[in-house]
């Protein structure tokens, strides 16, 4: 099939905007006698007018032959091996034209067979991910109408939506993210296929998917996300105590209050993962230890935190495991709240920090909530003045909290 190439006149992608080393890598394996383009999210985004987060490369070249020709090139991944050409912290990732899938409406199982170019984009999501650029023309090539897409601001999948959905489930969290990312609209024959094959979800890894769902959390576009999630009735099969919470609390979602201020933050400076989780998870926990507040008994910081900890697992677990660092955080900024604003509502007169510098996490998620509930600043600002000098620069926070390594042992000759 002939593909479609548009001009720099009608692209207006100014060349300037690439990044220069992975110009220099396509420069370097079309001298060796390869095809390489720039391809996937790389070329969307700067359709899309955004600045892309990553270059990423499709080649003729295999992955040996890649590794042979740059010295900062390694070989990643078994399943679906391809180059990492390394400059400095930069990685350009270079993978080889792949043969598309059987159209078979099955799991996938193999991704390293070969192809052509065109079977590349065949192989790849959506027709918004699926364009070259080439930047010595300076032109852009379509093989699936993706260009038009773009234009047109509307995500439809290359090829048969239910297939690609139910040969990789991860695709439909992808959909949700691009549309809650960039604001697009769904093809119609997509988003039936979405519905028909929403509960395929957990067919898929758990592991891939979470790392979309954090992703997500940290991507300044996560209230949209879950919110798109709920919608389109992917939260339930994943995260059912989240959509039960959703359901009850469609006139004031304090989850969807509390990742909107989340989002504004993101967009000055990051948070920690386990800062963004404690803000998604913070609602239910507060529900459970109000209703059983209203049962009566004491509440010491130990039995809310067995509260936070089994919030976690009921939100997360049998589909998805945390990591253990992350679990643990997440526990502990979300018991921190309680530290700050006692349950019992009674007076803080010496505020004590903790020893743990994580407190200061705790804190940021603390300012989330007095964003949406001014009357809790007074208590912000009464264990900020008490924390000052007490840690090191939140930034920092990561860094100390980070066990020391451990010394290898030497053996004895
Ligand atoms: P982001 O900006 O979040 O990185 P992206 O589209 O670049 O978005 P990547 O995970 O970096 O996402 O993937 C790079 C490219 O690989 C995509 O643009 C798409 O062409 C292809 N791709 C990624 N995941 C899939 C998938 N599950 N199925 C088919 N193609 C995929
Ligand atoms: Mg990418």
Redesign the pocket.
Known sequence: MQPKVYALDEHQIPLGEIDPQAVYVIQKLREAGHKAYL????V??LLLGQK???F?ISTSARPEEVRNLFRNAILIGRRFRLAHVRFGKKIIEVSTFRAGETEAADLIVRDNVWGSEEEDVL????TI??LYYDPSEQTVIDYVDGYTDVAKRLLRTIGQPSV?FVQ?P??MI?LI??CA?FHLHIDANTLEALLDCKNEIVKSSSARILEELL?MLESGASKAFFHLLQEYGLLRPLLPRLAEYCEEHVEQNEMLALLCEADAEVRKHPLDRSVLLAALLFPLLRHRLLARAKKGGSFHLGIIHEEALDTIDQAFAPFFVLPRRLHALTAFILSSQFRIQPLDDRPIRHPRPPRDPAFLWALQLFKLRAAIQPELLPFYTLWTEACYGQYPPVEQVAEERRPPRRRRRRRPD
């Open positions: 391809v996937g999210g790389g969307r985004d892309p987060k990553d990423d192989r790849r999501d959506f991910n699926g690609r990789d991860v695709r992808r993210k691009f990312r992703r």
